[in-house]
């Protein structure tokens, strides 16, 4: 029982504290390995290594070296008493109930013998031995093309109805049909595991919960004769999670992001209102046990091992219920877990809307468009305070446009331009949800997120950095500050309203008129709303110039700063 690192004995380790402290818990185990041997062949260094790839009878032999491999735990972990559930057939492919098939031929081999090992190690409490667990098949949305009405490759979600569908509402469509086939060959192969392992990531807790319905038998106005697959009781929910990304750090980044089955992140209240909306499906139902995806937030861990940052940190860095910053202590996700299920609503109402909203920019030139980005869970309808400029909607995973048109809002996290005037101060997210298991409801439950702006007439120059020689100037703390700088450096200049489309110019003013700007000939960026980066051109002649930034979208230059700048030996 030796292992590199002494694995094995952390291993124990874990699970020995575990018991301590009066926790169960619960393995899974992932053979991708089995599975590349079974299609492509076993290495020759191994007891397969002689059948034909893709065979029956590799099938047989890696099943039994993987129930080996297997039972190997169950002989070092099962004695603490405390592993209830042994899931093991993560990610690979099911048995298809053919002679020739090596799935099938790998499973008949490897269940029995795993679950002959869990036999020797009985329960004192529970009574028994532990259980086995599957993968239930039950893990994606069925993608709905509204153009087409058809599933496609990706998935282009509808809050609203749609007249062609005769105005039913349409929410988040489950492929749950696939579950009953899925457990179907399972069957059919002799095999009945203890429990099936649910993944239940989710944009609406009612759709979801329609669709489970639907797998348990439950008739409603998603499957009106629907064929029992699982019950209630043998549902195991081992992953459900959002994250808290849309909040400033260390809760957050400032950034949106969906992951499985199109679940946004959040708000730190947002993720606790997700954990109630969602769990309290559950309940509902009597599903007896729940697994959350990370206690703590695990950013640092991402960003030092995988040099995670931006979308990839918000989707996996921020999923836990109390931050890795010990300052901070628990989010409000936590509380929502202690205070479950009596925190659940009473009656069968529309769970509440989650929302968060997001502007690309404090401060705002007028007449400038921003980037603003959502993220909706449990809503059926929803609305902004300020019109939509022209555009369309972008899904804010890949930027891939949604909708064409700017109205209705869709998708659970998306993006999309609003124009920006004097009187906007404040963009309101609204979302209303009437959904209840999929069908409308005659209650409504309403929600809302805010975010402050600050529009004015415009560009904000806040600093100026001379990159070659290392001079600065904060006018915020000195407005009288003068920077010198030589023809042919690099200009960096720091404020709020730049365009974030570009077409921003800096105008000098002295010993002449001149602009620095795209197509100067010098080196020229400003792709960005508080940054532009400009070659000084010998075109600039030395002197004492004032200087100020225009925004392409406003006539109104900001406030003019002073700048010396003295002849370089590289112009002529």
Not at 16 to 37: C, D, T, Y
Request: hydrophobic share 35%; with cysteine.
């Amino acid at each position: 029982m030796t292992s590199p690192n002494n694995q094995w004995g952390a291993l124990q380790g874990v699970v020995a504290a575990a018991k301590a402290n009066g926790i169960w818990v619960a393995l899974h185990f992932a053979p991708g390995r089995a599975e590349a041997e079974v299609n492509n062949g076993a290495p020759t260094s191994t007891p397969c290594a002689g059948y034909a790839k893709g065979s029956s009878a590799l099938g047989q032999c890696v099943g039994s070296s993987y129930a080996g491999w297997v039972n190997s735990f169950i002989s070092a972990l099962a004695g603490y008493q405390n592993v209830l559930m042994w899931g093991i057939n993560y990610g690979i492919q099911l048995p298809q109930n053919s002679p020739q098939d090596p799935y099938t031929a790998f499973w008949q081999t490897a269940y029995p013998a795993i679950v002959d090992q869990l036999q020797t190690y009985p329960y004192t409490f529970p009574s028994g031995r532990a259980l086995t667990m599957l993968e239930s098949g039950f893990g994606g949305i069925w993608p709905i093309n509204p153009a087409t009405g058809r599933q496609d490759v990706q998935p282009i979600l509808s809050l609203q109805p749609w007249s062609y569908l005769g105005s039913n509402y349409i929410g988040y469509q489950w492929n749950w049909q696939t579950v009953a086939s899925d457990v179907s060959l399972w069957q059919q192969t002799g095999i009945q595991p203890d429990l099936w392992a649910f993944q239940m990531y989710n944009a609406s807790a009612a759709d979801l919960e329609a669709a489970l319905e639907c797998v348990a038998g439950v008739a409603n106005s998603v499957c009106s004769a629907p064929q029992q697959a699982i019950p209630f009781s043998k549902m195991v929910v081992t992953e459900a999670a959002t994250g808290s990304s849309f909040e400033s750090p260390p809760v957050g980044n400032n950034l949106a992001i969906e992951f499985d089955s199109q679940v946004p992140t959040t708000t730190a209240p947002g993720q606790s209102q997700w954990l109630t909306n969602t769990f309290c499906a559950f309940s509902r139902h009597g599903v007896p046990a729940f697994g959350w995806y990370g206690l703590y937030d695990s950013a640092s861990w991402w960003e030092a091992n995988y040099d995670d940052s931006g979308p990839l940190l918000a989707a996996v860095g921020y999923w836990g219920l109390s931050s890795e910053i010990a300052s901070y202590g628990n989010k409000p996700a936590w509380n929502a877990m202690l205070g479950f299920p009596s925190n659940c609503p009473s009656g069968f109402l529309p769970p509440a809307p989650v929302l968060g909203l997001y502007a690309d920019a404090p401060y705002y030139t007028q007449g400038d468009v921003g980037i603003i980005a959502y993220t909706a869970a449990d809503v059926s309808s929803l609305s902004l305070s300020e019109p939509p400029s022209s555009g369309g909607i972008f899904s804010c995973e890949t930027s891939d446009l949604i909708q064409s048109g700017d109205t209705p809002l869709v998708g659970s996290c998306a993006a999309l331009y609003v124009a920006m005037q004097i009187t906007t101060q404040q963009i309101t997210l609204s979302g209303s949800n009437s959904d209840v298991n999929n069908s409308q409801s005659p209650y409504q439950t309403d929600g809302s997120a805010s975010a402050a702006v600050t529009v004015g007439p415009n560009p904000i120059i806040g600093g100026i950095q001379d990159y070659n020689t290392g001079q600065t100037c904060n006018f915020t703390q000195n407005p009288g500050c003068v920077l010198t700088a030589n023809q042919d450096d690099i200009l960096v200049v720091y404020g709020e309203g730049f365009s974030i489309s570009g077409g921003n110019t800096i105008h000098f003013t002295g010993p002449g008129d001149v602009w620095l700007y795209e197509t100067d000939g010098y080196y020229y960026w400003d792709d960005s709303r508080t940054q532009i980066n400009a070659q000084v051109g010998c075109y600039v002649s030395p002197g004492a110039w004032s200087f100020s930034v225009l925004n392409p979208k406003s006539g109104n230059p900001s406030a003019t700063y002073s700048i010396n700048i003295v002849s370089s030996p590289s112009c002529p």
